[in-house]
């Protein structure tokens, strides 16, 4: 089977396809439940949008694999593809009886369904688990106007590269990425946006996982993202504060794929409001370990360029059609900035993806 198969074509599909998975894990004889959040907002043609979570294994186990998708909503269609492929895995394996896996299937539905990294409040998830949403990088106004202009995005815009040179010059390419990238919860209209409150997704999980959770006493957490890094190359992110102990287990793990977010080194930067800290600020009595893998799609400047043309679009544009608006061709830029059409990189995700996995089942079950 093509790793391509996983892919799905929307939101609307890939829900239908986990859902038609785990009903067929759990006809297999698996321990599997199913919990839907639905969330305030709506899909193109009005749709109900929708967190789904599957339990597999008894929830009441010591040890839990948590995993999860699409946080960042056009990131979906790989981590939904990866997330199938595990269960399509699944399928094949003994019931699972010494431990615990929940798959949070597509946290940011609404930017799924949209073609947006964001929610439908402009916000970026994974900057939004944090409980004082104020302030912002000491550098973000210095570079506010070309992060954000006032205007639509014309398709060749030839002051791009000058301005973003000039800027990079000025304040050095390690400052502008940590201004950039960290979160900022004064503009609601701008790039990276943490918001001015928890958002209704978060809310929901952390309650969900405060009722289901509360007396787990070991998680090993993983977040599926794309975009950082060299084209199907996955990056095991995780937290520049992160414990001597838990540095040497995952890098025993996952080798050289290990970085931490200093922006200093590598793709990484220091975010806030980032859901691993929001389970565990949340949980503390539980023992995280916690990474994200984040799967390479185009180079930074491709990357950053359509982001900004698409946000650019979105605040700026006149019209009333959201529809008209979806279909612009700086939101397919993005989709395909985040979600390449190209059956080798799909195999990489594919193949890492299950590898991942498979690591951090065998190292639940070692305890």
């Known amino acids: 089977m093509s790793a391509s198969h996983f892919f799905s074509k929307d939101y609307f599909q890939a829900r239908d396809r986990f859902i038609k998975s785990i009903n067929e894990l759990k006809g297999q004889g698996h321990q599997v439940s199913h919990d839907v959040l639905t969330l305030d907002c709506k899909g193109p043609n009005q749709e109900n949008l929708c967190i789904d979570i599957a339990t597999i294994g008894s929830i009441d186990s010591d040890n839990l694999l948590l995993y999860s998708s699409g946080i960042h909503g056009v990131e979906g269609f790989a981590g939904s593809a990866i997330q199938l492929s595990v269960l399509d895995h699944l399928k094949n394996a003994n019931p699972i009886t010494d431990y615990c896996i929940v798959l949070i299937h597509i946290i940011n539905p609404y930017g799924m369904a949209w073609h947006r990294r964001v929610n439908e409040n402009n916000v970026d998830m994974n900057r939004n688990f944090i409980k004082d949403h104020q302030g912002e990088p000491e550098g973000y106004a210095k570079i506010d106007t070309f992060l954000n202009p006032k205007s639509v995005p014309p398709k060749l815009d030839l002051m791009f ?109 220091r975010i806030t409001g980032d859901i691993h800290s929001g389970f565990s600020n949340f949980l503390p009595h539980i023992n995280w370990l916690c990474i994200t893998q984040e799967f390479g799609t185009f180079g930074p400047v491709t990357v950053f360029k359509n982001l900004r043309a698409e946000n650019r679009w979105t605040q700026n544009n006149a019209l009333n059609d959201q529809i008209k608006i979806m279909n612009h061709w700086s939101r397919t830029n993005l989709l395909n900035t985040f979600n390449p059409q190209d059956q080798s990189w799909h195999q990489q995700l594919i193949t890492r993806g299950n590898k991942v996995f498979k690591a951090a089942q065998d190292y639940l079950k070692e305890l």
């Open 161 to 269: 590269l000058p301005r973003g040179i000039s800027l990079l010059l000025k304040y050095g390419f390690t400052n502008v990425k940590q201004w950039f990238a960290q979160g900022q919860y004064t503009r609601p209209q701008s790039l990276q946006y943490g918001g001015d409150r928890l958002q209704d997704g978060p809310e929901k999980i952390l309650k969900w996982l405060e009722t289901r959770c509360s007396d787990t006493k070991n998680i090993f957490a993983i977040d599926l993202h794309t975009g950082l890094g060299p084209s199907g190359y996955d990056t095991i992110l995780i937290q520049e504060d992160i414990n001597d102990t838990d540095y040497q287990t995952l890098q025993s793990l996952f080798g050289d794929h290990v970085a931490q977010l200093d922006p200093t080194k590598g793709v990484g930067y």
